[in-house]
């Protein structure tokens, strides 16, 4: 009976400490899960606001990539105007140079046509150089011609004088002509030789 008796309080006991265990066991699993929910919490809160600061990044990325885009459209519509400025002088330019070219053109026909007149010019001038030598040539040779009427007037003696006046023979007035013929001849033929020399056309 006793044994009995006693057994009860042994096995109450037992299943006292049995559950005492239970519970600290328990008690040190709630810790180690809350220790683990902390630090599972601290590592989320840790990744969150890593990727808070990396949104950030991501943000100020974009907006610098945004600013950039900006930035080129703002050159590229600039560029277009420019594009569009340029296109315009240079249109002007080339009708420019096709007005310099065509003036330049009609300048090297003028200068041409010029240039050959000139030389027309050039030529006839000598030609009439020529002439003009020539005729002072055949000049002189009159003026020598026209010298020795005069010696020969001047030089006539008294029978010369006395034959021109001779009224019956006409004896001085034959010599007075042959010797006018003489010299007609003479002038004939420098003047001959004045046509000959003389340019065609001329």
């Known amino acids: 009976m006793c044994l009995v008796m006693c057994a009860g309080p042994v096995v109450a006991q037992s299943s006292a400490d049995a559950q005492l265990r239970q519970l600290r066991l328990q008690v040190r699993q709630a810790m180690q899960a809350a220790r683990d929910a902390q630090q599972t919490a601290d590592a989320a809160k840790a990744d969150a606001e890593a990727a808070r600061a990396r949104q950030a990044e991501l943000q100020a990325a ?24 340029l296109e315009g002088k240079l249109t002007t330019v080339e009708s420019a140079l096709t007005e310099t070219r065509e003036l330049l053109a009609a300048v090297r026909t003028e200068l041409n046509t010029q240039v050959a007149g000139r030389r027309t ?82």
Do not use: M, W
């Open 121 to 202: 010019a050039e030529a006839g001038l000598r030609d009439i150089d020529a002439a003009l030598a020539t005729c002072r040539a055949h000049n002189g040779e009159l003026v020598g011609v026209a010298d020795e009427l005069l010696i020969a007037y001047q030089h006539k003696g008294v029978f010369d004088i006395l034959g021109e006046g001779e009224p019956f023979t006409g004896i001085g007035r034959v010599r007075l002509e042959n010797l006018l013929e003489t010299y007609r001849d003479k002038v004939d033929a420098a003047a001959e030789r004045v046509a000959e020399s003389a340019p065609a056309g001329r």
């Open 62 to 85: 974009l907006d610098e990539a945004l600013g950039r885009r900006d930035a080129a459209a703002a050159s590229a519509s600039r560029l277009r105007q420019d594009k569009g400025t």
